[in-house]
């Protein structure tokens, strides 16, 4: 089991530059989480979907960001344009199940660090 | 209001000594879990423990020992013999009922072993 993996780890970019950050959930997980770390907001969702569907979209930041789910073995999270205040960590989590089954504790993967100059 | 109150920002300790992170939560569903990850400095998060609400029995692996006491609204964290490796940021969480695929992060509290 490889994880959740993510990429790249480090990402560096001028500011109103697109970034994508690619996650590959564990395999046989239906559910997948995008979430952001910054030191003044901590942890917060961004995006959760379930058998590739956006089901709560409510912590995406704005409409710069967008996630997608083509298929059950990827997703990106894209900015466009970025800004310098979109520097953090994020995170892609997965899990298996949906309600409160998902309360097992999902796997995330290692985050991308994002750096917008 | 914030949902998981972690007071402690930072915490030193020496090598060996027994440490308790403290985990102060607020939720009105009945039914929710409680969580705890560990976020060393390589930054991953890796999970420690889920506990449900209707289960309020302690929990021990090895070193590491939860108390949940729903009364106070408390799930503290305690590390016995603390050792280097112990220190990370330790995060607690809360899933709650209506939105049960969401973990509401505290603001974390970070670990320092000194040898």
């Known amino acids: 089991d490889a994880g959740v993996i993510q990429s790249p780890r480090h990402e560096v970019t001028e ?11 564990i395999s046989g997980h239906n559910s997948l989480f995008w979430y952001r770390q910054t030191m ?12 590739n569907v956006p089901i709560d ?20 999270l894209k900015i466009q344009p970025s800004e310098p205040r979109d520097s953090a960590v994020y995170f892609c989590a997965s899990s298996q199940g949906q309600g409160l089954g998902l309360n097992y504790g999902y796997t995330f993967g290692s985050g991308t660090r994002l750096t917008v100059v | 209001a914030q949902k998981v109150t972690q007071a402690q920002t930072e915490i030193s300790v020496v090598e060996k000594e027994d440490v308790t992170l403290d985990c102060v939560y607020e939720t009105r569903d009945t039914t929710y879990y409680l969580f705890w990850y560990k976020q060393p400095p390589s930054g991953e998060l890796v999970f420690l423990i889920r506990r449900n ?10 070193r590491y020992s939860w108390n949940f006491q729903k009364s106070t609204s408390s799930f503290n964290f305690t590390i016995t013999a603390s ?3 112990d220190s990370a940021v330790y995060f607690c969480a809360l899933s709650e009922e209506d939105s049960s695929y969401k973990l509401i992060f505290g603001s974390g509290t970070r670990l320092l072993v000194r040898p």
């Not at chain 1, 970034?19 to 959930?25: G, I």
């Open chain 1, 40 to 51: 003044m907001r901590g942890l917060e969702l961004l995006i959760y979907f379930n058998n």
């Open chain 1, 57 to 76: 979209d409510s912590g995406m930041p704005e409409d710069r960001f967008s996630a997608k789910m083509p298929n059950a073995s990827f997703s990106t």
């Open chain 2, 53 to 62: 609400s209707f289960d309020e029995q302690n929990e021990i692996s090895g």
């Open chain 1, 15 to 25: 500011m109103g530059q697109e970034v994508t950050l690619r996650c590959k959930p």
């Open chain 2, 83 to 85: 050792q280097v490796v």
